[in-house]
């Protein structure tokens, strides 16, 4: 038999994602603005001038947009959701021990503990309530009820506060759509006369369990009422983040790096304490006029006190948008890692290790650029594709794995020109090679000359056209490509581009 249901509190903060976006996003956003969190193409959440502008979850962005012109589209991101609820999950546990957080601007506890210490289970809700919006969180809602989904439903349903009472579950749930208990399911139950939660439960559990399986007597269960799930409070992870505050500001940066040795330190300890290493460090920096500077580090291993330090002055001298001193700085480990992954190993890892060491004392001295690695970007043109990553960071090489009409095939030039140098071309009366518009040349080319030197051609092979941007006069680009082998047997990679020759590489 079933337990009985538990009296549980729900905390919700309905359209947690534009509340999230608005609230640590990379530019302030104005919530009362039409705003739409895009997953997979669709719409899973919108702000409240959005809803009104006829912007519903589920819809395409085209008809999203189509229905409100002025609609700003962003993309869903779970790990700043879960990030900027951690924040106020510890101020509800920090008021009523025991937090099971759903999933992000959703979280549950007993109501027993804090009905008894505030004084009923309505004022606890106000309580809670009352310290989300302390925190700038307006429109939270608190539910009591038998059980985590009735107090749910009954947190949707509240303004601010509902309280389902004891044993009146069922008759609450019972006038309710299908889909709060199961959006999958809502069609099918539809087509079968089945619209309420009340006529849910009124079916036979046993039809439900032939046709679902032990899903189908869950359902039954919610719908009746008789949710028997228990709140599993969460652990409360560890302090790992440090904070400190200047006062008054600095504003030189030689001054807020000394003042953060001894926090980086303590991070650092804190860290090893925990049995874990930051491979991602976020250093936020805040000016004494407000002013917000926020950016996440990597390094090629996991960060010392020092390596802290150093992303710290960094981040300062590259943050312009900070017109002010500096009154806060708070770093914080993006992603950790076990230390047992980066404990030096008995053999095979000490050049490694010695050059790891070497770069980082070099980039100390340098800055964040004085060191740089190559990786391979995207693009149509070598030069394009050669990205130099200063040393730790992760190499971004956005649109690499696109198509790129034109791009060269392999095996590509061992060296590329930056700048590429001009030359020339010119067929066997000494005239120069062209290309017309139908892609056709004047003349076969019969001999290159290299900075005042002249070869001869042995082979030569295309054109082939790349075609940049036919939309965008201003910045469309038309050339063609060959490949040519001169009489010293150097193979040559060449552009002619408006009548012009340059040698974008060379096969060596």
Do not use: K
């Not at 940066?253 to 049995?275: N, P, S, T, Y």
């Amino acid at each position: 038999m079933a337990a009985a249901p538990v009296r549980s509190l729900v905390v919700w903060v309905p359209d947690w994602p534009v509340v999230a976006l608005a609230r640590e996003g990379d530019a302030p956003l104005d919530p009362a603005a039409p705003i739409a969190v895009l997953e997979h193409g669709s719409v899973a959440s919108c702000s409240a001038a959005a809803r009104a502008g006829g912007v519903r979850r589920g819809q395409r962005r085209r008809d999203a947009q189509a229905r409100c012109p002025g609609l700003v589209v962003v993309e869903s991101d779970p790990v700043r959701d879960q990030r900027a609820f951690a924040p106020l999950l510890a101020r509800i546990e920090a008021l009523a021990p025991g937090v099971q957080p759903l999933r992000p601007g959703l979280c549950a506890l007993r109501a027993r503990g804090p009905a008894r210490y505030y004084g009923g289970e309505a004022d606890a809700a106000r309580v809670l309530l009352g310290a989300l919006e302390e925190a700038g969180v307006l429109q939270a809602r608190a539910g009591v009820a038998d059980g985590p989904f009735t107090a749910e439903q009954a947190a949707r349903r509240a303004d601010p506060v509902l309280v389902v009472p004891p044993g009146e579950s069922a008759a609450f749930l019972a006038p309710l759509p299908v889909t709060a208990l199961d959006a999958e399911l809502a069609d099918l139950f539809g087509r079968l006369g089945v619209r309420t939660l009340g006529e849910v439960a009124a079916l036979e559990a046993e039809r439900l369990v032939e046709r679902f399986g032990p899903r189908g007597e869950r359902l039954h269960a919610l719908a009746a009422g008789a949710d028997s799930r228990p709140v599993t409070p969460r652990t409360p992870p560890p302090e790992l983040h440090r904070e400190v505050v200047f006062e008054p500001p600095l504003e030189l940066a030689e001054q807020i790096a000394f003042g953060m040795r001894v926090a980086a330190d303590r991070f650092v300890a804190g860290l090893g304490e925990a049995g874990l290493v930051c491979t991602e460090l976020r250093v936020v920096v805040v000016g004494d006029r407000g002013e917000h500077s926020d950016r996440v580090w990597l390094h090629p291993g996991s960060f010392d006190a020092a390596a802290v330090v150093d992303r710290v002055r960094w981040q300062l001298a590259e943050a312009g948008e900070l017109g002010s001193g500096v009154a806060r700085v708070r770093i914080e480990p993006e992603a950790v890692d076990a230390a047992s992954h980066h404990v030096a190993t008995l053999f095979g890892a000490g050049p490694e290790e010695r050059v790891h060491h070497a770069l980082s004392r070099v980039q100390a001295m340098l800055g964040h650029r004085g060191v740089l690695t190559p990786a391979i970007g995207g693009g149509r043109w070598l030069a394009e594709r050669q990205v130099l990553v200063p040393w730790g960071d992760r190499a971004v090489t956005a649109g690499r794995e696109r198509p790129w009409p034109g791009i060269l095939p392999d095996p590509l030039p061992a060296t590329v020109f930056a700048p590429a140098p001009v030359v020339a071309v010119t067929d066997a009366a000494g005239d120069p090679v062209a290309v017309d518009e139908r892609g056709e040349v004047s003349a076969p080319p019969a001999a290159l000359a290299v900075a005042g030197r002249r070869r001869a051609v042995e082979a030569w092979a295309g054109p082939w056209p790349v075609v940049e941007r036919g939309w965008d006069a201003a910045r469309s680009r038309r050339a063609h490509r060959f490949q040519l082998v001169d009489c010293e047997q150097c193979a040559w990679l060449l552009v002619c581009e408006n009548g012009a020759w340059h040698a974008e590489g060379r096969y060596d």
